[in-house]
């Protein structure tokens, strides 16, 4: 069965820096890798997907992932956090099952963004 | 254009009692889900449906809960009876699938329905 794991369940870090939220996922074969945020109270959206081409990814508001097949890897990035980035993230991995699709999520990342 | 439409946003109610979440999906969209999100648990999917047929159901915690999708444009998820340990925020979601993600693979999630069961 198809997991992901995000190793880090809070990470603060301050308005201007970089921005690194790791993910690595187990499947048996080729992934479809998603990144979604969730703003308080709300549901999720899509930051952005992988399905197969350019292992360089880019997505809404600025964030961009990087799929690594050797590391098993689909970690999310920013160069420059904005306060209202604040928000919890979630990698999930998708399979398709034939007649459907569906996704697993990780247990997400708090994001804080100090002034 | 509207998106998943989730009712009620809130619902608190006492151990015992049945409880039925309601969902409208995107218009247009052939697949829907019902996931269950809580703090020890994070997001799990409970169960989904494509062209309103349940294909996985796995993710049911127990016979106390049921969904259906009588058409395309609304599901329910129930309780009966509830429990404390229900207390989640349920999301519903849909998306169009067509040979799995050769469609876009993205999720369209509603903003959930928080349940408090006393």
């Known amino acids: 069965a198809q997991s992901v794991t995000q190793p880090d369940i809070h990470i603060t870090v301050s308005e201007g820096a970089s921005l690194e939220l790791r993910c690595n996922y187990s499947?048996?074969?080729?992934?479809?890798l998603f990144w979604y945020v969730q703003s308080p109270g709300q549901g999720l959206q899509l930051l952005l997907k992988y399905f197969s081409g350019d292992t360089l990814v880019q997505g809404i508001k600025g964030f961009e992932a990087e799929f690594k097949r050797s590391q098993s890897s689909f970690n999310l990035r920013k160069p420059s956090v904005h306060w209202s980035d604040a928000a919890e993230y979630f990698c999930a991995v998708g399979i398709n099952t034939g007649t459907a699709s569906k996704l697993t999520f990780g247990t997400g990342t708090r994001l804080q963004v100090t002034l | 254009d509207a998106g998943v439409i989730q009712s009620p946003r809130h619902e608190v109610t006492e151990m015992g009692q049945e409880v039925t979440l309601r969902c409208k999906p995107i218009s247009g969209h052939n697949s829907l889900f019902w996931y269950r999100q809580t703090m020890m648990r994070g997001l799990e999917l409970l169960i989904y449906?494509?062209?309103?047929?349940?294909?996985?159901d796995s993710g049911m915690p127990e016979d106390r809960f049921s969904a259906k999708m009588p058409n395309a444009s609304f599901s329910t998820l129930k309780i009966q009876p509830s429990e404390p340990r229900d207390s989640a925020v349920y999301f519903c979601?849909?998306?169009?699938?067509?040979?799995?993600?050769?469609?876009?693979?993205?999720?369209?999630f509603g903003e959930g329905s928080r349940l408090t069961v006393l």
């Open positions: 499947y048996g074969a080729t992934p479809y």
């Open positions: 449906f494509n062209n309103n047929v349940p294909i996985d």
């Open positions: 979601a849909s998306t169009t699938v067509r040979g799995g993600f050769q469609s876009t693979g993205e999720l369209f």
